[in-house]
Structures are given as C-alpha cells and as structure tokens.
T-cell receptor
Framework: KAGVTQTPRYLIKTRGQQVTLSCSPI?????VSWYQQTPGQGLQFLFE???????NKGNFPGRFSGRQFSNSRSEMNVSTLELGDSALYLC????????????FGPGTRLTVL | GENVEQHPSTLSVQEGDSAVIKCTYS??????FPWYKQELGKRPQLIID?????GEKKDQRIAVTLNKTAKHFSLHITETQPEDSAVYFC????????????FGTGTSLTVIP
C-alpha cells in the first residue's frame, strides 16, 4: 500500500497570504488528522476529519481550517498568514480514529516571510 | 484541557544500556497513550502504544508502563543501539467527544557506540 502523501513538500509565502495544503491518506483509511510541528511548540494537534466531517479540533484560531473529501483526501487552509505560522505541517491517517495507529505523511514545510 | 509533560528533554546512553523516558498527564479521562519516534528529517512513527485498561506492554526491546493512579507512563528501551537515536514523543488522548491529541515536548535520545 502506498503511504500517506502530502503536497506540496515546501512552500514559501508572505504575511497576509493564504495557503492550502493537501493530504492523501492510505487507501482505506477514513480518519485524517493534521498537526503543526515547530521547534518552540513541538507537535500540536490541529484537527481530525472523518467521513467529511471535522470530528475533533485543537486550540488553533479560526484562520486554520480544513476539509475532507468523499475519497478521504483532506486539505488544510491557513488564511492571513503570520510569521508564527512557519512550521512543518504533518497529516496522519488511520483506519477510523486517532486511537488507531496513525501513519504520518512526510509533511509540508511552510515558510512565511 | 490535558497537559502532558515529558522528561528528560535530552538523554545520552552507551550502546547496550537501557533508556527510560517518562511522561505525566493531567486528565484522568485520558485512556490512550502512544509513543512516537522521529528520526532527523523524517516523519514520526508509532513505536508502541498502551490503553488505560493495561498496565504494561512489551514489543521486543521496547516496553511501556502505565500508572493510572499517579497519571504517568514510561517508555523503556533495553539493549539500546545507535539506530535508536531519535526524538521520542509521548502523547495522550481520550475517547470523549471533541477529544484532542496532546503531545509531550519530546526527548532527544543519543546512543553512543
């Protein structure tokens, strides 16, 4: 089975812009979660989607949003980018929920200038 | 919300020695505790997990123990090898509606040959 893929792998944006990141889960996996990883804050949970619905959400502002399509692929959107949004954004997929084994993608490295 | 603390932040051991990483959590409703290994430049990978109805789980050289009363869980790696060098993250979550995934701050383990 192919692993979790994320596109793009690298992205450079300027403050105020918006960005959309994409995640394709392992075939058959219905739960997709998103995480932000920074040297200062470590790994932080953004949200989880299942059956096209956001099921769980972390403590991030409304500028961070996501969606899931019927084929379980997911996108994450960040609007009005801030310098502090520079991070590695990881998505992970699992069969049904975040208490099943999660398989991470390689991440998208976002740099905000 | 939940608060997961992880110690130590760095750990150096001689090859063949054991390594122990400890995490504490605050929410007694947390019932799933995974451990992730992240090698430099790579994605996190689940190495072992434990649920609240189990006190200990072992997988070859890796074991995890859980003390629900004291609200702490520990990762034990025996007979360490250089390829065990990585950052290890603990995490905690619940099955409650709206649950999040809380990570510890990570332990950088170096195994000295």
């Amino acid at each position: 089975k192919a692993g979790v893929t994320q596109t793009p792998r690298y992205l450079i944006k300027t403050r105020g812009q918006q960005v959309t990141l994409s995640c394709s889960p392992i075939s058959g996996h219905r739960s997709v979660s998103w995480y932000q990883q920074t040297p200062g804050q470590g790994l932080q949970f953004l949200f989880e989607y299942f059956s096209e619905t956001q099921r769980n959400k972390g403590n991030f502002p409304g500028r961070f949003s996501g969606r899931q399509f019927s084929n379980s692929r997911s996108e994450m959107n960040v609007s009005t980018l801030e310098l502090g949004d520079s991070a590695l954004y990881l998505c992970a997929s699992s069969l049904y929920d975040i208490q099943n084994e999660q398989f991470f993608g390689p991440g998208t490295r976002l740099t905000v200038l | 919300g939940e608060n997961v603390e992880q110690h130590p932040s760095t750990l150096s051991v001689q090859e063949g020695d054991s390594a122990v990483i400890k995490c504490t959590y605050s929410d007694s409703a947390s019932n799933y505790f995974p451990w992730y290994k992240q090698e430099l430049g790579k994605r996190p990978q689940l190495i072992i997990d434990i649920r609240s109805n189990v006190g200990e789980k072992k997988d070859q050289r890796i074991a995890v123990t859980l003390n629900k009363t004291a609200k702490h869980f520990s990762l034990h790696i025996t007979e360490t090898q250089p390829e065990d060098s990585a950052v290890y993250f603990c995490a905690a979550t619940t099955t409650n509606t709206g649950n999040q995934f809380y990570f510890g701050t990570g332990t950088s383990l170096t195994v000295i040959p």
